[in-house]
């Protein structure tokens, strides 16, 4: 039986760049780096949660870089994580919006576009 969702695939131009964004200014934890080949494994790991993130491009599929993310982040609340990420130089596609329910997009440095919601 399935019990959980490993990770999920963030596509990245630059790896290393992507590694300080997730983890410098997101706050989330490395759980593997290891060279894979000319790249690297970077599985990073979120605090309290069991999903992670994996910082690779697998050859053929750079073209998902900088699309939109098909998922969501949560977070207690969207309005602080907004001010406290904004202040970090999270780029930010608008202030946070209250319906149906608080959520706001923000984009990595490869221009990847994320929904960070709560409830």
């Avoid at 990245?12 to 780096?33: H, K, P, V, Y």
């Amino acid at each position: 039986m399935i019990r959980k969702l490993n990770y999920v695939g963030i596509p990245t131009r630059n790896q290393e760049r992507s590694l300080a964004f997730w983890t410098e200014i997101m706050g989330f934890i490395i759980a593997t780096d290891r060279p894979i080949g000319e790249k690297r494994w970077i599985e990073l790991t979120i605090p309290g949660a069991q999903t992670g993130l994996l910082l690779l491009t697998p050859k053929g599929h750079e073209d998902r870089i900088g699309t939109f993310f098909n998922g969501s982040f949560g977070c207690d609340d969207v309005q602080y994580e907004y001010d406290r990420l904004s202040a970090k130089g999270v780029v930010f596609l608008g202030p946070p919006e209250l319906k149906p329910f608080p959520h706001v997009y923000f984009q990595d440095p490869d221009g990847n576009t994320f929904f960070l919601a709560s409830r």
